[in-house]
């Protein structure tokens, strides 16, 4: 789809996957697919689903296959009555705990129109504008992103809702106004405000990673393995009434410098991410390209090196460059570092993890979270075993002694394309000897691998560890129910059915937290 050029274009890396098209079609059926007796005939029909990406389509039926594709016939432009119209919707939270960010997708330029949001609790109606920002080929960093793969991602807004009361709906709506003075507008939607900090009510919080997006219509596309992700989203949507907010901690979508898959992806997840705040991290297939700061050489990114993810999406960061934040939700404090950047001691990202971790009133807000996307913590995963490191390597190093002076009670990963449970855990001892009802302290952190919510799944080792208490082969995601400061329940549940495979609850007080265990003591004094 889109018009596409018959000259073949050669690669220039190993990202730029065929068909070799000088425009990389949004994507591509073959002839037969739902007609087998094509060749025979040649008669056939497919069905392909199209969502509004700013631009007129047209379906091409090439003969030569991927590789040496040839036009044989185009056909007439498909247009949606208004391309440029305001879609996608995407929740976040802002940088106080009573603001709500509004990012969506457009056509408009500030030439052209003033974005704004509309909104109000029953009764009220006010309008807060947005700012505006695009990305352009210069700002991105190589192949495919920046040639075959490039698509105008149109421009992105974002408002900014203000001094919201804590759990009330609120409606609101995308507007336009163009300069002849018409309005264009969105169809409705709602979000329900956070909680204070520390509120005591259920709070329920949603964590995965490494989700992706996958066509409805069985249509192929570039990076074309998250075939568990369709099936991630259904669940979440139907399910939406017992979610309060969502973590999606790195790999988003894997455009992989395939711009267009942007819109494809913000459109599957648009029922979440326009009711519930959508929080997202920072993963390899956002960011990694050689020599641009990543902390990683390699090519994970297509040459988006981050652009596309600070642009989509909001994240309370002091810098978008820099992908690690702190953000609240009632008894919820959650601690997102930027696997991508160096997390060592000493550098600028250790420094901000330690004040998160250690800036935390544990009285109001009990369950503190950190959550990060390549694991930092513990994974048998097959590559990290046969790397003898069961991890990153340098992963827990540097970061171990943090989670074990603040009390951390669970880090939660993705990257490793699976599910996997410990032990409290410091220094690969397990500090405490159950198995699903925590009670008191529990002198170390769980580490949890949630990376299965989409992506191809990665096997584990045939080694048994012992801080290994629970492990899945398939995709799912987690849940963690916060009931008041004393009861939290984590429930693993799997994407096929929506039932919860593994589950543990922590009960306990204030003084549990407050209790000294292995390296987590102040010093005291005999005076008196």
Known sequence: MGILSASTCPEENPRVYPPFLCSAPIKFQYANYSTPEYKDSGKGFLKLQLINQRSDFSFVLFSGGLLHPKVVAVSNHVAFANPDAPVYPRLAQGKEWNEMTVTWTSGYGIN??????EWGASG????????????????????PARTVGWRDPGFI??????????N??????????????????????HFRASPYPGQNSSQRVVIFGDMGKDEADGS?????????????????????????????????????????????????????????PYMIASGNHERDWPGTGSFYENMDSGGECGVLAENMFYVPTETRAKFWYSTDYGMFHFCIADTEH??????????????????????????????????????????????????????????????????????????????????????????NEEKHSYKGSMNGTIHVVAGGAGASLSTFTTLQTKWSIFKDYDHGFVKLTAF??????????????????????????????LACTVDSCPSTTLAS
């Open 484 to 513: 008041d400061h004393s009861n939290l329940l984590f429930e693993y549940k799997k994407s096929r059915d929506g039932q919860v495979y593994d589950s543990f609850r922590i009960s306990r007080d204030y003084r549990d937290i």
């Open 124 to 143: 009220e109606s006010m309008r807060s504008p947005a700012v505006t920002q695009t990305v352009d080929r210069n700002s991105l960093c190589g192949a």
């Open 342 to 431: 160096d997390w060592r001691e000493g550098t600028e990202q250790y420094k901000f993890i330690e004040h998160c971790l250690a800036s935390v009133d544990r009285q109001k807000q009990p369950w503190l979270i950190f959550l990060a996307h390549r694991v930092l913590g513990y994974s048998s995963c097959i590559s990290y075993a046969e790397e003898g490191s069961f991890e990153e390597p340098m992963g827990r190093e540097s970061l171990q002694n943090l989670w074990q002076k603040y009390k951390v009670d669970i880090a939660l990963y993705g990257h490793v394309h699976n599910y996997e449970r410990t032990c409290p855990i410091y220094q690969n001892i397990c500090t």
């Open 220 to 276: 192929n596309e570039y990076n074309n393995f998250q075939r568990g992700s369709l099936n991630t989203t259904k669940q979440l949507i139907r399910d939406l009434k017992n979610i309060d907010i969502v973590f999606h901690i790195g790999d988003i979508c894997y455009a992989n410098g395939y711009l267009s898959q942007w819109d494809q992806f913000t459109a599957q997840i648009e029922p979440i991410a326009s009711t519930v």
């Open 168 to 189: 009330r709906v609120y409606t609101y709506k995308l507007g336009h106004r163009l300069f002849n003075g018409t309005y264009i507008w969105s169809q409705t939607y």
């Open 157 to 166: 807004h974002t408002s900014f809702l203000k001094e919201l009361w804590p």
């Open 112 to 117: 052209e129109a003033e974005p704004f949001v």
